[in-house]
């Protein structure tokens, strides 16, 4: 694939290679190792607009960052527009650059909610919630899917309301909310909504290789691709797309990631989201089913270090 930089409104992106925000993963330390090894943007997690009026302190953990992060993009969920509108240009979001709206989400409370992929279904409000959010004077990107049913696309008819209400990119994952995350991408729906708007298109779904990547690049004719799950499995696909050098093995990306967690959030936190972490990075690995078990039971940040030494030194 075609790797190179992106303009964002007055940004430029060092490459169109994005990381997706991950619920329970796309904290702080997970972004900027996805910065370090090439990634042209990453989004911190679902936050949800309504818990962070209420400033809920679980939401407003999702918002750490420092300036040591070269792009800070928020996702922020929500179904009311004068809520979001009021979020987006909020002193809690001050730090942020750029506001990614979730019309994508296809979790039946969420959806419920009014919120997520449901708003592909009530595009005057989707577009009010875009126009208000404009008003923050922040970049506004959409992250929607290509329809609710299967039977029934529109991801060209709705990209087209998201640049007309403003929106300065949108993120199109190649399946249907009634999908959810499996099925075939459909390709050419992606297609055809690049070709029905002026504004970057990123392609996102059913990329887990860097063959998978091309695929989605050569079907879809999109500006960039946006990684999810597989970069937890394996980091090293921004570098792997990008070209972008590194010596690091995953031992020592995870033991990075160890450490820069440990100094920004407290114990609790710093285990379980390494926990989660080095369980993907152990997908494929010969012989660390049998740790499998003792990773989720380590007690102490030490006991964490001394398994993932053990399970990581290892060769592949």
């Keep these: 694939m075609e790797i190179r930089c992106l303009r ?3 940004l430029v992106l060092p490459s169109n290679v994005f990381m997706a925000p991950l619920a329970g993963y796309t904290c702080y330390p997970f972004r900027m190792m996805a910065y370090e090894l090439g990634a ?4 911190t997690e679902m936050t949800s607009a309504n818990a962070l009026k209420y400033q809920d302190l679980a939401n407003r953990r999702l918002l750490f960052t420092t300036d040591q992060e070269p792009v800070k993009a928020v996702q922020l969920l929500g ?3 004068a809520v979001m509108e009021q979020m987006a240009a909020s002193e809690t979001l001050k730090d942020f650059a750029i506001i990614d709206i979730n019309m994508g ?3 039946p409370n969420v959806f419920k909610s009014g919120e997520g992929s449901a708003l592909m279904l009530d595009q005057p409000r989707a577009a009010a919630i875009i126009r208000g959010c404009k008003k923050s004077g922040k970049l506004v990107t959409v992250k929607c899917r290509t329809g609710i049913q299967r039977d029934h696309m529109f991801a ?4 087209r309301m998201c640049e007309d209400a403003g929106a300065d990119l949108i993120t199109i994952h190649g399946r249907s909310r009634s999908m959810m995350y499996d099925g075939a991408c459909c390709y050419e729906e992606i297609a055809q909504a690049k070709a029905a708007v002026s504004i970057p298109v990123i ?3 059913g990329i887990f290789s860097a063959e998978d990547a091309g695929l989605m690049m050569e079907r879809t004719g999109a500006d960039g691709v946006m990684i999810a799950r597989y970069a937890l499995e ?3 696909i921004f570098a792997e797309l990008t070209g972008k050098a590194t010596s690091k093995t995953i031992l020592q990306l995870l033991l990075e990631q160890l450490a820069l967690t440990s100094s920004c959030y407290d114990e609790t936190f710093t285990l379980a989201y390494i926990r989660r972490l080095a369980s993907y990075c152990m997908k494929k690995r010969r012989g660390t089913k049998q740790y499998k078990q003792k990773l989720f039971q380590s007690g102490s940040l030490k006991e964490l270090e001394d398994l993932l030494i053990r399970i990581f030194s290892a060769s592949p």
């Design 79 to 81: 179904g009311i527009p």
């Design 156 to 159: 060209a008819e709705f990209a």
């Design 8 to 10: 964002l409104g007055g």
């Design 40 to 43: 042209g943007l990453c989004f």
């Design 203 to 205: 392609a996102n779904g």
């Design 105 to 107: 989400c296809p979790v």
């Design 234 to 236: 394996n980091p090293f």
